[in-house]
Structures are given as C-alpha cells and as structure tokens.
C-alpha cells in the first residue's frame, strides 16, 4: 500500500539552528501539507502546498518557517532559528485531491534544547 | 470559526463490546469529515472519509456516520479487539481550505482482553 514517508523519525537540535524535514509524498499525490502537534495538545495544520506554491498557512506558519519541493519527489519542511517551543511531532500529509482523504507520514519528532 | 469537539475523552471496554465515538463540530459547512486513528508516538491513519453528500461510510468492522445539519459524526466500532486500542481522532476541512484539517482532540480506546 503506497504511504507517506518521513525523515528523519526523530532529531534534537540546540535552539537557533536550522533544520530540514523531509516527506515522500505518495507518488501520484499533487496536494502536499505539513501539520504538527505538540506532546498532548491537537493537532495542528501548518501550511497546504500544490504547484509548487503555497496554497494556505496557518498564524503558526510564520517567517520562520519554509516549504519547497526541490526535486519534484522530496517536500521539505525547513525551520529556521528554531526555539523551545517548535518542539513537536511534525507530520507530512498528502492528497490525490483538493478535498480528498488525507494521508499522514509517521511524523518527525524534533526536540529542540 | 470551526472547533471540533470529541467525547468522551477515554472510554475503556471489555473485548467484544460494540463502542460508539462521538465528533461534533461547530460549522456545518463542511466538504467532508475525516476518521483517523493514532498509535502512542505514531502517525495518523486514515480510518473513513465522509463527504458532505454521505450519510455514513463502512470499513470492515467500523462504520462512520455524517449528520452536516446538527454538526455530528460518530464512528461505531463493532466487536472491540485488543487491537483497536489506539486514540480515534476527527476532522474537518476549514472553510473552502484544501486540506486545512481541523482536528479535535481526539477519543483515547482501550479495550482489555
């Protein structure tokens, strides 16, 4: 069955670095999104991706955050100058279309110290 | 503004029960609702999809209804198993979002054998 994938699984970073998430989406996806969710709170939806733009951004998705699709398969989710609170569960959906069923990748648990 | 809201928060059942999860949400101007299921420290898996023109969608031992008009979703799971122990979480798209999931936080099963 075609899935989403994520890496890293986990990364622990020191606060002010950059980081890079990377997703493969499912192959035959267009629409590609980024959620997280930190430890016991909701999950949260960050930004929506299709045509090599952005589509949509949530108030969390600020300057600090980015997204591109560099190669046509990776999406990358680059966080930079990252603080204590960006720790979180990152999680990388995508859909076949513009309101169809999402499918989640396993998630990036960042630990930012 | 879209809020979902899941009850109960945790339900424990003895194997072989039949279970009723229960999702509302404020907005009933919806494309579709979603089902998810999350293991500890795991992804989301997609359980249903319910479009808007659906009144209910089966998947094997679950079945997932839709009522757009009063705000509800329940997720009926059929012979509990060990198994299905996970947290079931709903979702829905906000506004004429393309995949900007609102998600509630989510019904936290355990079924002891």
């Known amino acids: 069955e075609p899935e989403v994938t994520q890496t890293p699984s986990h990364q622990v970073t020191q606060m002010g670095q950059e980081v890079i998430l990377r997703c493969v989406p499912i192959?035959?996806?267009?629409?590609f999104y980024w959620y997280r969710q930190i430890l016991g709170q909701k999950v949260e939806f960050l930004v929506s991706?299709?045509?090599?733009?952005?589509?949509?951004k949530s108030e969390i998705f600020d300057d600090q955050f980015s997204v591109e699709r560099p190669d046509g398969s990776n999406f990358t989710l680059k966080i930079r100058s990252t603080k204590l609170e960006d720790s979180a569960m990152y999680f990388c959906?995508?859909?076949?279309?513009?309101?169809?069923?999402?499918?989640f990748g396993e998630g990036s648990r960042l630990t930012v110290l | 503004k879209q809020e979902v809201t899941q009850i109960p928060a945790a339900l424990s059942v003895p194997e072989g029960e039949n279970l009723v999860l229960n999702c509302s949400f404020t907005?009933?101007?919806?494309?579709?609702l979603q089902w998810f299921r999350q293991d500890p420290g795991k992804g989301l898996t997609s359980l249903l999809l319910?479009?808007?023109?659906?009144r209910e969608q089966t998947s094997g031992r679950l079945n997932a209804s839709l009522d757009k008009s009063s705000g509800r979703s329940t997720l009926y799971i059929a012979a509990s198993q060990p198994g299905d122990s996970a947290t079931y979480l709903c979702?829905?798209?906000?506004?004429?979002?393309?995949?900007?999931?609102?998600f509630g936080k989510g019904t936290k099963l355990s079924v002891k054998p």
């Open positions: 192959s035959n996806h267009l629409y």
């Open positions: 959906a995508t859909s076949g279309e513009r309101t169809g069923e999402l499918f």
């Open positions: 319910i479009q808007s023109s659906q």
């Open positions: 979702a829905v798209p906000y506004g004429g979002s393309q995949g900007n999931l609102i």
């Open positions: 991706f299709y045509n090599n733009e952005i589509s949509e």
């Open positions: 907005d009933s101007a919806i494309y579709n």
